[in-house]
T-cell receptor, first 108, second 116 residues
Framework: AQRVTQPEKLLSVFKGAPVELKCNYS??????LFWYVQYSRQRLQLLLR??SRESIKGFTADLNKGETSFHLKKPFAQEEDSAMYYC??????????FGRGTSLIVHP | DTGVSQNPRHKITKRGQNVTFRCDPI?????LYWYRQTLGQGPEFLTY????????KSRLLSDRFSAERPKGSFSTLEIQRTEQGDSAMYLC??????????????FGPGTRLTVT
């Protein structure tokens, strides 16, 4: 079985502060991990996937197989980063399991 | 093609009534997924189609739920004899499996169902 845990329901920071949204997973095979984002009144969209190892909107996420984590980080938060963030894991069937989400609020 | 679309966007129904939702995926995508999302939770997988074939159903999909994707294009999700516990956001997503971006799903705006 595959499981994704996002321990924080809410993360509140000030503009310019570093941000780390935590994600831990459980999966017996080799996972594909993703972060999805949902801005207010918009649809869920893919932010980044671990295999591409790219930075999107200043966000990065590194897969740590030893700690089974895939935390999302940004060194300097912006107000426009305020959104719901979902970590997701896909096994071999391309069907993702989502975490419950973390609401990020960036204060001016 | 402006992405995945879903209709209706909102549906209020009385307990015991049947409802049907529609999803139009991105035209070249061969996979279509249905999810349910309740307050405070992430999307939960219900079922998916590869072209017109329904290949997997979650145990969340009770006998009152049925999904179709005739001709491998749009899909419908029907809930019979709705219950208050069916109140949720129903999301549709599509993807193109078989290439470099097989894992990437594109979501629709969702249909919010309220059962009174």
């Amino acid at each position: 079985a595959q499981r994704v845990t996002q321990p924080e329901k809410l993360l509140s920071v000030f503009k310019g502060a570093p941000v780390e949204l935590k994600c831990n997973y459980s999966y017996s095979g080799s996972p594909e991990l993703f972060w999805y984002v949902q801005y207010s009144r918009q649809r869920l969209q893919l932010l980044l996937r671990h295999i591409s190892r790219e930075s999107i909107k200043g966000f990065t996420a590194d897969l740590n197989k030893g700690e089974t984590s895939f935390h999302l980080k940004k060194p300097f938060a912006q107000e426009e980063d305020s959104a719901m963030y979902y970590c997701a894991l896909s096994g071999g069937s391309y069907i993702p399991t989502f975490g419950r989400g973390t609401s990020l609020i960036v204060h001016p | 093609d402006t992405g995945v679309s879903q209709n209706p966007r909102h549906k209020i129904t009385k307990r015991g009534q049947n409802v049907t939702f529609r999803c139009d995926p991105i035209s070249e995508h061969n996979r279509l997924y249905w999810y349910r999302q309740t307050l405070g939770q992430g999307p939960e997988f219900l079922t998916y189609f590869q072209n017109e074939a329904q290949l997997e159903k979650s145990r969340l999909l009770s006998d009152r739920f049925s999904a179709e994707r005739p001709k491998g294009s749009f899909s419908t999700l029907e809930i019979q004899r709705t219950e208050q516990g069916d109140s949720a956001m129903y999301l549709c997503a599509s993807s193109l499996v078989g290439g470099q971006y097989s894992y990437e799903q594109y979501f629709g705006p969702g249909t919010r169902l309220t059962v009174t």
